[in-house]
């Protein structure tokens, strides 16, 4: 059973995600204290709403590890899974409907949440507790995933087997990538330049690191 993609939780998850695929102006400013920050900066997740803020270092140290803070601070570690573990069974088990999708520990729901990118924005998926640990049993290293904060994103699309433990923020990049550039019923041309140069982007940034001990 699918979320319905126009939900108010929805909607809030991609409420702050047009700025992430809007050309990066040298104007930007931290949504704390409004100093101005550079294109490439940090970010702070709240939660509750899993709401993505832009932060300059020193209000993004703030909020690094302190307890009882309304936000989260996104790290920016990226690493390729090599060598992971998924059989098209399992993946079909997962009840994704496409072949991209990200999962990621809520702490406020207390349960691991898979989201796959639509035209309409994020859309959930309600995974089985069952499939998902299939999936942790084969590739411990999902037990290092921090909660909010980073995800696993999965594409799968035309044959692909990428997997990256990659920050928060990153999903929800690729969400608004894809809703920003949707055109028509198959999305056409633009937006699969989009998605491909994403992963790209990913491919040439991310450290390797092994899905199993």
Not at 37 to 55: F, G, K
Not at 89 to 116: H, K
Not at 203 to 213: G, Y
């Amino acid at each position: 059973m699918n979320q319905d993609p126009g939900s108010s939780q929805s909607q809030t998850s991609y409420s702050a995600l047009k700025r992430f695929v809007r050309k990066r102006t040298p104007d930007e400013q931290c949504d704390l204290c409004s100093v101005e920050i550079a294109p490439e900066h940090s970010h702070l997740i709240d939660p509750v709403t899993r709401q993505l803020i832009c932060a300059c270092t020193p209000c993004a140290l703030l909020f690094d590890g302190q307890p009882g803070t309304k936000y989260k601070r996104v790290p920016q570690r990226l690493r390729a899974l090599q060598n992971f573990q998924m059989t098209d069974e399992q993946w079909d088990d997962l009840l994704i409907p496409v072949g991209m999708a990200f999962f990621f520990n809520s702490s406020t729901e207390g349960r691991v949440m898979a989201y796959y990118p639509s035209p309409a924005g994020p859309t959930e998926s309600l995974l089985t507790l069952e499939a998902w640990q299939e999936v942790v049993e084969d590739n411990p290293v999902l037990r290092e995933i921090q909660p909010d904060v980073e995800g696993l994103l999965v594409n799968r699309i035309g044959g692909a087997q990428e997997y990256y433990l990659a920050p928060i923020d990153k999903c929800y990049e690729l969400v608004g990538l894809i809703r920003a550039n949707w055109r028509g019923l198959s999305g056409g041309h633009e937006v699969w330049k989009e998605i491909a140069q994403f992963y790209n982007r990913l491919k040439e940034r991310a450290e390797v690191a092994r899905s199993r001990a």
